[in-house]
């Protein structure tokens, strides 16, 4: 069953709230992503987390604040955000780093956000 | 580091035609390539990929090609029907936890 699951769904946030995107997995898998995407776009990696440890940071505003609590958890906080961060925020997550050729990875469905 | 062309951009297509989408990339050292589907309101769903050391896979009414040599791949959609209408990305990756999009394809079936 492959299956990464996030919520919400749908947030709206003003600019001086702080609230956080959660998401899990429960295939086993040792890496877990956040990829941001604007409409018609493809996904934009933002985070990788390898075995619970951050290892790739796309040079993100410190307003998104990543979180991996366990190997099925991931989360996003999010603070002081602006609207042009309204956008889809997707969680994937793959077998992780050591998977050799091709780590396949599994996208959630997305939250959709919106910073007003 | 690598770079993913794909084209067309938009394609539209007579329902129980043929779709080809294509994908260059630049990196010789990129041995995967996944291509997702994105419904309107929807992550993208991995609908099929393929490894460096295989040149064509086939799922019923999908195909992908790999060409080495060329540092091309193509997604090859036989039979549309409505329901294949959606956004389409292909991806490279040279391994590990990095993975390269191209700029994605609309694909409308037209009934």
């Keep these: 069953d492959t299956e990464v699951t996030q919520t919400p769904k ?3 946030m003003g600019m001086t709230n702080k609230k956080s995107l959660k998401c899990e997995q429960h295939m086993g898998h040792r890496a877990m992503y956040w990829y941001k995407q604007k409409a018609k776009k493809p996904p934009e990696l933002m985070f990788v987390y390898s075995y619970e440890k951050l290892s790739i940071n796309e040079s993100v505003p410190s307003r998104f604040s990543p979180e991996c609590p366990n190997s099925s958890l991931l989360n996003l906080h999010l603070h002081a955000l602006q609207p042009e961060d309204s956008a889809l925020y997707l969680c994937a997550s793959s077998q992780g780093p050591q998977g050799g ?3 396949t990875i599994y996208f959630g469905e997305g939250s959709w956000l919106t910073v007003v | 580091g ?4 794909q084209h067309p951009s938009t394609l539209s297509v007579q329902e129980g035609d043929s779709a080809v989408i ?8 990129s041995n995967y390539f996944p291509w997702y589907k994105q419904e309107l309101g929807k992550g993208p769903q991995l609908i099929i990929d393929i490894r460096s ?7 019923q009414r999908i195909a992908v ?4 040599t060329a540092k091309h791949f193509s997604l090859h959609i036989t039979e549309t029907q409505p329901e294949d209408s959606a956004v389409y990305f292909c991806a490279a990756s040279i391994g590990g936890n990095q993975f390269y999009f191209g700029t994605g394809t609309s694909l409308t079936v037209i009934p």
């Design chain 2, 22 to 29: 294509k994908c260059t990339y630049s990196d010789s050292a």
């Design chain 2, 53 to 59: 050391n295989v040149g064509e896979k086939k799922d």
């Design chain 1, 101 to 103: 050729s091709g780590n």
């Design chain 2, 65 to 68: 090609t790999l060409n080495k």
């Design chain 1, 10 to 12: 749908h947030l709206v």
């Design chain 2, 2 to 5: 690598e770079n993913v062309e």
